[in-house]
Nanobody, 126 residues
Framework: QVQLVESGGGLVQAGGSLRLSCAAS????????MGWLRQAPGKEREFVAAVSWRTPSTYYAASVKGRFTISRDNAKNTVYLQMNSLKPEDTAVYYC???????????????????WGQGTQVTVSS
């Protein structure tokens, strides 16, 4: 079992930045694809970004590409999401998740992720 705990959410003005962290415990995440997904009020949960354990490579949703950066520090068992140029439409609960399948192929499907954190609220005011 892997436990994931997110931190770093909060209220920020449009154009501002936030850095989310996801600390993992219980098992090393070195061989897991790690992702960030989000859910806005009244909407389905959606993929934001993910980083594989090999290379590592990254993949972003079109809506955040060029503004968000995902990274991982395997020594600290931690994943980060740097969010710049935030927009009101980025407002959501952000979840850290782990894909524990033995694959290096990043999936954007919510159902591909096996372990989830409790989420952290990000609110962007206009």
């Amino acid at each position: 079992q892997v436990q994931l705990v997110e931190s770093g959410g909060g209220l920020v003005q449009a154009g501002g930045s936030l850095r989310l962290s996801c600390a993992a415990s219980g098992r090393t995440i070195n061989r897991y694809i790690m992702g960030w997904l989000r859910q806005a009020p009244g909407k389905e949960r959606e993929f934001v970004a993910a980083v594989s354990w090999r290379t590592p490579s990254t993949y972003y949703a079109a809506s955040v590409k060029g503004r968000f950066t995902i990274s991982r520090d395997n020594a600290k068992n931690t994943v980060y999401l740097q969010m710049n140029s935030l927009k009101p439409e980025d407002t959501a609960v952000y979840y850290c998740a782990a894909d524990a399948e033995a694959t290096a192929v990043i999936s954007t499907r919510v159902t591909s992720y096996d372990y989830w954190g409790q989420g952290t609220q990000v609110t962007v005011s206009s």
